[in-house]
């Protein structure tokens, strides 16, 4: 490990010469004081050359006394402004400083260099996240500064009880990571198991949370997401007091959160600032699209090929009447629109907006009426499949796993007919409930149903009845009840 040495002109070398090919980099040597020699380093765009001019080098010039032996520390206690100066001997920590936005300061015959707090660097600003927009409730969303983002969980709970753990991930990015959680809620062991988790992690460069995401999730390789996340501070902190952690990254608004359960798939930050009568239709709907998006095109497809006697004869003569002329079978026309629906619905999400309606349009009203017209496809295959899958929009946070459910369970029905949806339904119940997330069961309440436990899953209930926090929560009591 390299040190800083008195020679003021060798420390500069050795600084210059690992940023030798940063164009960035900027150094200032000057007098301070009645005679020391000094030099100040920083990055461009990192530290704020503003902030170093006035709170560094002005005070040094005309404060600092030539005859002083230890310039370094007489400077850090009684001469410089800044908020936060650290003393250093190591040149490693140096450069981890200027990397952050800090200055490095070195002083001709002193072996200690100084660390100055001098970021500069712009931000993205509040913004509502567009992913996660809302008709009624807060309008703020994170942004890529971690220590803004943590500001403003901190102002939605002001109690000493938060706690913010900083861990460094990422052999060549150092991304700061940090663990937000309350103290007095979350879960000693669920602390300490997901830190073990963070420090495994052996990676060059982490520049989103989804890299943490699939590195520290329980079943990488599950369709089913164990591990939630949210641009929302709104969100953020009411998953905080039901004691769960939150992990922040520098570069990255996303935030993510564990434990994560499957209802919470289903919840919408919306439904705690909206009526609960109203809140809770919208959840009774998206449990029901779940359902429906994945068991629609199996069934017509199960009744279609292996249970015709099912269906009423005015329907079953219908059917056979659009299939006319259809030169694929019912499976291929099935996963062929299912397919299409997907290109589009992909297409329209990267397309930008005013383009994406445009698409949406003419794929859904253009192109279907076409290939209905043409006898490429039938028109109550299309109706189907455009049913589940206006169904699925009704879940985001499943878009995956419908996907691979809704074709695994077409697959099962045109095998098996309904006896096969029938086991795909039992293998999906199977796998929920072997799930996990950090310790926690994934079917968690749905698993084991108490009265308080239910009160916020298929509906939400008034304030008032929800006394208590999910049953993995070290402190159970919500809130006390109220008389009525």
């Keep these: 490990m ?129 992913n996660e927009t809302v008709l009624q409730g807060p309008r703020e969303g994170f942004d890529e500064v971690a220590v803004s983002n943590l500001a403003m969980i901190r102002r939605k709970l002001q109690t000493p009880d938060l706690c913010a753990e900083t861990i460094t991930v990422g052999k060549r990015s150092k991304t700061a990571v940090y663990l937000c959680y309350l103290r007095s809620l979350a879960s000693g062991a669920l602390v300490e198991e997901l830190k073990r988790r963070l420090a495994n992690i052996e990676i060059d460069g982490i520049l989103d949370t989804n890299y943490l995401n699939e590195l520290i999730r329980d079943r990488r390789l599950s369709i089913f997401k164990t591990v939630g996340s949210t641009e929302r501070p709104d969100v953020v902190a009411a998953k905080l007091l039901e004691g769960r952690v939150a992990i922040l990254a520098n570069g990255t608004p996303v935030v993510l959160t564990v434990p994560y359960l499957f209802a919470e798939n289903f919840q919408s930050g919306e439904d705690y600032y909206l009526n609960f009568w109203g809140a809770s239709i919208g959840r009774f709907l998206r449990y029901f699209c779940f359902f429906l998006t994945i068991s629609v095109p199996a069934v017509y497809l199960a009744l279609l090929t292996h249970h015709q006697r099912l269906l009423p004869t005015f329907l079953l003569l219908s059917s056979a009447g659009t299939r006319g002329g259809v030169p694929f079978s019912s499976l291929a026309e099935c996963l062929l629109l299912i397919l299409v629906l997907e290109i589009l619905k992909e297409t329209g999400a990267r397309m930008p907006q005013n383009l994406g309606h445009t698409l949406g349009i003419i794929g859904g009203l253009v192109v279907g009426q076409a290939a209905v017209e043409a006898r490429l496809v039938s028109a109550s295959m299309l109706i189907v499949v455009a049913v589940s899958g206006i169904a699925g929009l009704m879940i985001p946070r499943l878009r995956a796993a419908v996907f691979f459910l809704r074709v695994g369970f077409v697959l099962l029905a045109a095998w098996l007919g309904l006896p096969g949806c029938l086991l795909g339904g039992a293998f999906l119940l199977v796998r929920l409930t072997g799930t996990a997330s950090f310790g926690v069961s994934y079917l968690q309440p749905l698993e084991t149903p108490t009265a308080q436990g239910m009160k916020d899953t298929f509906l939400r209930l008034p304030w008032g009845k929800m006394l208590t926090r999910p049953a993995f929560n070290r402190n159970l009591t919500r809130q006390r009840r109220t008389k009525e």
């Design 2 to 130: 390299e040190t800083v040495g008195p020679d003021l002109g060798k420390n500069l070398e050795r600084v210059c010469a690992a940023f030798c090919r940063d164009a960035t980099f900027r150094q200032r040597v000057f007098q301070a004081g009645t005679g020391v020699r000094a030099a100040v380093c920083y990055l461009d765009g990192m530290a704020s050359a503003g902030e170093i001019r006035a709170g560094v080098i002005r005070p040094l010039m005309k404060a600092l006394p030539g005859d002083e032996p230890n310039a370094a520390a007489y400077a850090a206690e009684k001469v410089l402004w800044a908020t936060e100066v650290s003393g250093t001997g190591s040149l490693e920590t140096v450069f981890s400083g200027l990397l952050s936005g800090a200055a490095a300061v070195f002083f001709e015959g002193c072996s200690t260099a100084l660390v100055v707090d001098a970021k500069g660097f712009r931000s993205r600003g509040i913004q509502e996240p567009e």
